[in-house]
């Protein structure tokens, strides 16, 4: 392609006039941006190419993950960093008089995913590639995303994510590869076949769309494969056309429709068999292309469940296996479960999917049979193994209270199945899945989250990943663990200085976004203690807005109270049907608009929320963090990333016992990260006591009374029925997540923030020690774990 800058005008000056019959100077700005990602697409193609011909001549074990979200957020620039073409482009195109970032500012965050799960499906994808590992993700192709949030009036409100308007040039259609993915009908035995058949069935065409997943430094391009609905050429006869044309369409209009009524509960799990089903055709005949037939599958596949949405992955193999290969059940069952893996990312029961068996029994007929079976023998071997106890079988049964446990099912046919923290795993070995556990000895394992350091760190934040390359110099980029060469720089009051410049800079650049979108002026002075997650109860963004209350009627009363300049800024999307979640936001907004316009104490605290968080506005939050608020349910959270990435950027880490929280204390030590609130033990002692009480908390401390009560006295809305919900979740339903229990140490950590960071040496030695130890966290290290234990993969050479 180019080499040089020279070489570059070149070819993007041809490429224009090419493609829209214009100079570079007459082409419009989306014109200038659409060609370069299509020559960045292209420079990878090479590589692209001699990745997929190495693993095919040398016959390379490959992985395939298999989720039904990939956050991969922009990636013009982070490919361009991979492939280390960067510098050439951006001065080339200065030549032109073009500001590259005006062009990657056209790009859209791709609407593949929403939170954690599809993030750090992403920043695998983003290891595996650089690691040299021969990997392949498998995903829907969503055409609008989860949803684009605005905030209007102070409520959050859902627009389409039309992330497609200037279409998407990364990717390459691949009609050849298309297949047809059936639904409804019904099974019968074929006498002359002696096997079951699937007939009268609905044929929707599943057509892939290949993105490059370009590794950082190597000429490894692996494949992220986005599969699209459409039309069928076998056109069901019994149905108007125009009807079955909007039901396919449907298929991947959005991520996770709302499964509140049957039509949604049909077309989430529509989806879920969609992408597997296509996905597992693909993998079987790019199998076949290589080798003679499948008794080898399990020794050149490897397949990993991101979540329970890509379970019926186990049901379809097996029935691809015996219907169209024509083997036996426990042939088949064998290389089934040696071929699967599944990684849990939840502890809360409601997560755990469950299907209504009628549902899965009417939209795929043949795979809910099969289920069955493997359901039938899965009893015969608990009850061999326990004795016949009815009570553990209950618990681990496949079927039953007339739902399919997905959960269940994928533990049931995988040969490993994974936490993603070190608290989460032994959650579940000892208490949530304690009865598999002890089932399948072994079979359990913790693998740690990790997040990518190139993008979260080297690409994000330019001014620390040069003060580090200054410092410690460039390796850890490769070697993420060299970070650790920091320590010796943790009380050095040069670097320090230098760490709150950078700081500065950023906490700028985020101010500015705050002022612009906002309207709300911030002192980059005040400390930033930021929240940015997906809200949902258990992550607790209410403990963090009651204590902003708290402050602002501490100040209110007393005029002698005051605190350090604090800034609170919250991102989070709520599900849409989630409506306990959009009130938070609605009280967050709320308080926001009180306490940013009282005059006795806006200059000391502010209130910040910044609308449609996704990736590309979190790479400008990370950086620019002084305190990361991590503050779950002990318990509760699996283990998050977040918290990694804003460790990676210098923030202190405010959080309780929780997740991933507990392996960085473990690594930072007390003088580093501040922790608060019950731990994991305590929580499941109150719940089994049954002796917790809300109203003992209200009645007993005033400052909890008078936060409370703030949210029905129409401190915060004129209408004190607002927030009526969020009282009555806190009160009459007893605080299920154990807020009021914590607000007192919740309350004396911020106090310890607020102190700590007035002294700017500690506070900077602090960040620089999260820096420090921040290596372990690189998903570059979550990766080659489960290469290790789970995958055994082999690199590919180059």
């Not at 290891?127 to 993700?137: D, R, T």
């Not at 379809?316 to 296996?321: A, G, S």
């Not at 009570?391 to 199945?417: P, T, Y």
Request: aromatic content about 12%; glycine content about 6%.
């Amino acid at each position: 392609m180019f080499k040089t800058k020279e070489e570059f005008k070149y070819e993007f000056s041809k490429r224009i006039i090419e493609s829209y019959g214009r100079t570079v100077e007459e082409s419009h700005i989306t014109e200038k941006f659409m060609v370069l990602e299509t020559m960045v697409r292209d420079y990878a193609s090479v590589n692209w190419a001699m990745t997929k011909m190495a693993i095919q001549q040398k016959s390379k074990k490959q992985l395939h993950y298999f989720s039904m979200e990939f956050l991969i957020g922009r990636l013009l620039v982070n490919n361009m960093m991979n492939l280390g073409i960067y510098d050439i482009a951006k001065e080339g195109l200065a030549d032109f008089g073009i500001n590259i970032h005006e062009l990657e500012e056209l790009e859209a965050d791709a609407g593949l995913g929403n939170g954690g799960l599809g993030r750090l499906a992403a920043c695998f994808m983003d290891s595996l590639a650089s690691l040299s590992y021969p990997a392949f993700g498998h995903t829907i192709r969503y055409d609008y995303g989860f949803f684009k949030q605005k905030i209007e009036d102070g409520y959050q409100v859902e627009v389409p994510d039309q992330w497609l308007h200037l279409g998407y040039q990364w990717e390459v259609r691949k009609p050849k590869h298309s297949c047809d993915v059936k639904f409804w009908g019904k099974v019968i035995w074929d006498d002359n076949e002696q096997k079951w058949k699937h007939v009268d069935a609905e044929a929707v065409r599943a057509v892939p769309y290949d993105v490059p997943v370009v590794g950082n430094d190597t000429i490894i391009t692996n494949t992220l494969r986005l599969w699209k609905a459409e039309p069928s050429e076998n056109i069901p006869s019994n149905k108007d056309f125009q009807q079955y044309a909007n039901e396919v369409n449907q298929i991947c209009q959005t991520l996770y429709p709302d499964d509140s009524t049957l039509a949604g509960r049909i077309l989430r799990l529509k989806q879920q068999y969609f992408f597997v089903a296509a996905g597992l055709n693909s993998i079987i005949r790019a199998h076949l292309r290589v080798y003679p037939d499948l008794t080898n599958f399990a020794d050149k596949n490897v397949i990993q469940l991101n979540d329970t949405h890509p379970v019926l992955v186990i049901p379809e193999l097996m029935r691809i296996f015996m219907d169209e290969y024509d083997m036996g059940w426990d042939e088949s069952w064998e290389i089934v479960k040696h071929t699967c893996a599944y990684t849990n990312h939840t502890i809360l029961a409601e997560a755990l999917e469950k299907w209504p068996i009628d549902v899965m029994r009417d939209l795929l007929p043949r795979i809910y049979q099969i289920i069955e079976e493997i359901d039938r023998r899965f009893v015969g071997f608990v009850k061999m193994k326990t004795d016949g106890d009815e009570e553990i079988l209950r618990k681990v049964r496949i079927l039953k209270d007339g739902q399919v446990h997905m959960a269940n099912l994928a533990i049931a046919g995988s040969f490993s199945v994974n936490g993603v923290a070190a608290l989460h795993t032994e959650i579940l070995k000892t208490r949530e899945m304690k009865e598999f556990n002890d089932l399948f000895p072994g079979k359990f394992n913790n693998k740690t989250n990790g997040v990518t350091h190139r993008r979260w760190l080297a690409y994000s934040n330019p001014e620390l990943t040069a003060l580090l390359h200054e410092t410690i110099g460039d390796d850890w980029i490769k070697e993420p663990d060299l970070l650790s060469n920091l320590n010796k720089y943790v009380n050095d009051s040069i670097v320090q200085a230098k760490f709150y410049n950078v700081k500065q800079q950023r906490k700028q650049v985020l101010a500015d976004y705050i002022k612009e979108h906002n309207g709300v002026e911030v002192d980059v002075n005040s400390i930033f203690d930021i929240q940015v997650k997906r809200l949902h109860a258990y992550k607790r963004q209410l403990l963090n807005i009651m204590h902003v209350i708290y402050l602002y009627q501490e100040m209110k009363a007393n005029p002698d109270f005051r605190i350090y300049p604090h800034t609170f800024i919250f991102g989070a999307k709520a599900a849409p049907s989630y409506y306990f979640a959009k009130k938070v936001i609605k009280l967050i907004n709320s308080v926001a608009d009180v306490v940013n316009n009282d005059r006795d104490t806006n200059a000391y605290l502010k209130v910040v929320f910044l609308e449609n968080y996704g990736v590309t506005l979190a790479e400008k939050i990370m950086p620019a963090a002084d305190v990361s608020e991590q503050i779950s349910t002990a318990g509760k959270e699996a283990s998050g990333t977040g918290n990694m990435k804003f460790m990676m950027n210098g923030a202190v880490t405010l959080g309780t016992m929780d997740g991933a929280n507990v392996e960085m204390y473990e690594r930072l030590g007390d003088d580093n990260i501040v922790i608060f609130g019950l731990r994991d033990h305590e929580v499941e002692d109150l719940k089994r006591s049954n002796t917790y009480s809300a109203w003992n908390y209200y009645n007993n401390d005033p400052k909890i009374k008078k936060v409370v009560d703030s949210l029905t006295d129409g401190t915060f809305h004129q209408s004190r029925e607002e927030f009526k919900l969020i009282f009555d979740e806190l009160m009459s339903k007893n605080d299920e997540y154990f807020l009021l229990a914590d607000f007192e140490s919740y309350r004396e950590a911020q106090a310890k923030i607020n102190e700590l960071y007035q002294d700017r040496q500690k506070w900077s030695a602090m960040c620089l020690k999260n820096i420090a130890e921040s290596g372990y966290f690189s998903s570059d290290r979550t990766i080659e774990e489960y290469v290790n234990d789970i995958w055994h993969l082999e690199k590919v050479k180059h």
